[in-house]
């Protein structure tokens, strides 16, 4: 396998995303792993998106999104999702962060852009607060008691206790092609089981709890372990350790959230914990992954931890300082970690795309029957 070498381990592209990622070689890295905008807008033209999604143009919707910010006024379009499929390698994974509320419609975008829908990974954590009032209360503000005896307990909202994260996967180059055959030639389209889970032989299910910070197994104190899918679900614990380090919390903590000079902190932060399992699940130590939505530079700095290659877009200057400060934090204690290898070329410039060489793998596809039994490539087919 051929892989990806840059200057440095890092890579921030300071600009809007869309722009940003044409100036990236074709199939220049081996995943695609982001915390998109979720278009949490009370004012969306769903009817407008989708015609301007269907033919080709980028939507912008005039209404701000979550806590007020312009960033988060719609879901990222086809257009975008089209750059970092041209970037990703055959069989690459994206996993793309979503709300509960707009899922449906990243998905969709995602699918026009030509990936394959592979799955939906629900993120439990510790419940939050709810995000609306008890009509009880409010009526009882109003000073009609009855009313307020029948509205007690009435909510518009329920409590978050969960996020979504889209599972999809760029098509191997021919569909005859076997999911171990892609394996070999570009090192992705598979998930590590083993990497999710923290046991070599687990499997992985598509229910992620993650768990707060004095959790163990055996002993929970955030009742996560109590949870009805916790039968089902994959536990994932602060104080479990894989590869070069110690993971962290649930959710982050005021020490895992980088703070600028001026006070400017990132309004949605996540945590390391499971940036790593989701960034070693789907690439190899060596491989580059791709952030179109850096934010704060949570996957940047989980990368890196794992022995990742990234390369982060940002558009938003005010967040450049905290991507910097996670990059200085990394630094800083990577005398404690294992080394990270260092590339010679520019990512540019570069391709994960496996040349073909006599007597390798593409050589055998005109016969497979030498190599791989005709029911394993049944089955295989099916991946």
Known sequence: MKQISQPQRFTLLRGDALSELEALAAESVHAVIC??????????????????????????????????VEWDNSVPGPNLWREAFRVLAPGGFLLAFAAARTVGL???????????????????????????????????????????????????TMRPGHEPIVVARKPFDDKDVLAIENVIDFGVGALNHGAITGRATSIASNVWL???????????????????????????????SLGCGALQVAKPTRAERPVGVDGI????????????RLIEAV???????????????????????????????????RYWPLIEARIARFEKSRVAKLPVRRGSCDVQATSVR??????????????????????TRKKEKTL
């Open 106 to 156: 990243t998905q969709v975008a995602i699918q026009l852009a030509g990936f394959e829908s592979r799955d939906l990974i629900t993120w439990v954590y510790a419940p939050g607060r709810p995000t609306s009032r008890d009509l009880g209360r409010v009526a009882t503000e109003y000073g009609d008691a009855e009313l307020a005896e029948q509205l007690s307990g009435h909510r518009t």
């Open 35 to 68: 915390d998109p905008p979720y278009g949490l807008t009370q004012d969306l033209d769903l009817e407008q998106m989708l015609r301007s999604w269907l033919k080709g143009e980028t939507f912008v919707n005039d209404a701000n999104g979550y806590a007020g």
């Open 210 to 240: 993650i768990h707060d910070t004095d959790c163990v197994e055996g002993n929970c104190s955030c009742h996560l372990a109590c949870h009805q899918m916790a039968a089902n679900g994959t536990h994932l614990y602060p104080s479990a």
């Open 265 to 276: 902190m990132h309004e949605t932060v996540k945590p390391l914990l499971l940036m790593r």
């Open 283 to 317: 690439t190899r130590e060596g491989q580059t992954v791709l952030d179109p939505f850096l934010g704060s530079g949570t996957t940047a700095e989980a990368a890196l931890q794992c022995g990742r290659m990234v390369v982060g877009c940002e558009r938003e200057a």
């Open 354 to 375: 496996q040349r073909p060489m006599p007597g390798q793998l593409q050589n055998n596809r005109a016969n497979p029957g030498e190599t791989i039994k005709r029911q």
